[in-house]
């Protein structure tokens, strides 16, 4: 496994650290709960998608293009993350929103998220709910060339063999951080989504045949369909590192338990998770994915799945900025 052998351009202020929390773990009874600081990449406010843009956006240099597309939901931290590193990398940026959450309130369509990937300097424009994404994005891309530019699709989340080789390396930073710390790593949960981070992190930690447990926990689709997704995007990452067929499918593991009434949707677990983690180690989640994520080890934690002396390892993979958006849902 050898990941220079792919361009990359450096964003990540790496390594992000790895911490304690000791408060959280006393409150919850154990096990030894740690944190991943992935909400400190440190590409204009942070998170998960910044480690993905550091191979997608040189490969998008690599192949001389200069406008970068992607699409997500409304407060979507990976057009943020993507807004950001194209202004980086002096490339023009397209963000195209799906209206994919409903019943917000009124400042959901411009605070947050929203508001940075303006500021960054990227185009906004929205569909509706359950519009195709990807072929917005395809239409987009032929205005694009129409005009003589060259465009460089980044799908959702940016969850393609490229994108998650950066959480092939997350996982490869994490194992040596454990290594230095005399850390035995038991079990890692975080939040899965479009299915990047888990798989990358499946692959990386597989490869390196690290024997940690890994739990995705789901916040939009039901189990089995999330199984196959990250499956494959591990397969296809562990294919383009010259590993064909050592992702065994039992190693991807996902709680569909968590996501409540839908994506972005708020649940009382979420708003526990959130003021929990906030009140007790002064860290911030984010109501769409670390929320539920956190929920999710907490319902793990209270449902006995861990010894007292394991320890657990809890991805955070940033989204604090959507935090402003959902003001109401914590009232
Ligand atoms: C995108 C995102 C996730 C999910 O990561 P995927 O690679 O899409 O599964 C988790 N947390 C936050 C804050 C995100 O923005």
């Known amino acids: 496994m050898h990941l220079s052998r792919f361009p990359r351009i450096r964003f990540v202020h790496g390594p992000t650290p790895l911490e304690p929390m000791t408060r959280l773990s006393a409150l919850l009874g154990g096990p030894n709960l740690w944190v991943k600081r992935d909400d400190c990449t440190g590409l204009a406010g942070g998170g998960n998608k910044t480690r993905k843009l550091e191979f997608l956006i040189a490969e998008a240099e690599a192949q001389a293009c200069d406008t970068v597309i992607t ?6 931290n990976h057009a943020r993350q993507t ?15 799906e209206r994919r959450v409903p019943d917000m309130a009124q400042n959901y369509e411009t605070t947050g998220n929203v508001f940075l990937g303006r500021l960054l300097g990227a185009t906004v424009t929205y569909f509706p709910a359950d519009h195709d994404m990807n072929a917005a994005a395809q239409e987009t891309a032929g205005r694009v060339r129409a005009a003589g530019g060259r465009p460089y699709i980044i799908p959702g989340g940016g969850s393609s063999a490229t994108g998650a080789l950066g959480y092939v390396s997350c996982a490869q930073e994490l ?8 850390l035995r790593i038991d079990h890692i949960v975080h939040a899965t989504g479009s299915g ?3 798989g990358g992190l499946a692959a ?9 447990a890994l739990t995705g ?3 939009r689709a039901e189990q089995a369909a999330q199984v196959a997704n990250v499956f494959a995007i591990a397969e296809a990452v562990a294919d383009k590192l010259g590993l064909k067929g050592v992702i065994d499918r039992a190693s991807i593991v996902v709680d569909d338990g968590y ?11 979420m708003v526990e998770a959130v003021t929990l983690t906030a009140r007790h180690e002064g860290i911030l989640l984010d109501p769409v994915y670390t929320g539920k994520g956190m929920a999710g080890l907490i319902g793990m934690i209270r449902a006995g799945r861990f010894g007292p002396d394991e320890n657990v390892v809890f991805v955070h993979t940033g989204g604090s900025a959507a935090l402003f958006a959902y003001e109401d849902e914590f009232a």
């Not at 807004?83 to 929103?97: N, Q």
């Open 71 to 76: 699409y997500g939901a409304v407060q979507s």
């Open 196 to 198: 990047g981070t888990q």
């Open 217 to 219: 926990i789901s916040v």
């Open 83 to 97: 807004a950001a590193a194209a202004a980086r990398a002096g490339m023009k940026c397209e963000i195209l929103l």
């Open 204 to 212: 990386g930690l597989q490869m390196m045949n690290s024997g940690i």
């Open 175 to 182: 194992l040596y951080q454990a290594h230095d710390m005399d």
């Open 259 to 269: 996501v409540g009434p839908g994506y972005g949707r708020s649940t009382p677990e």
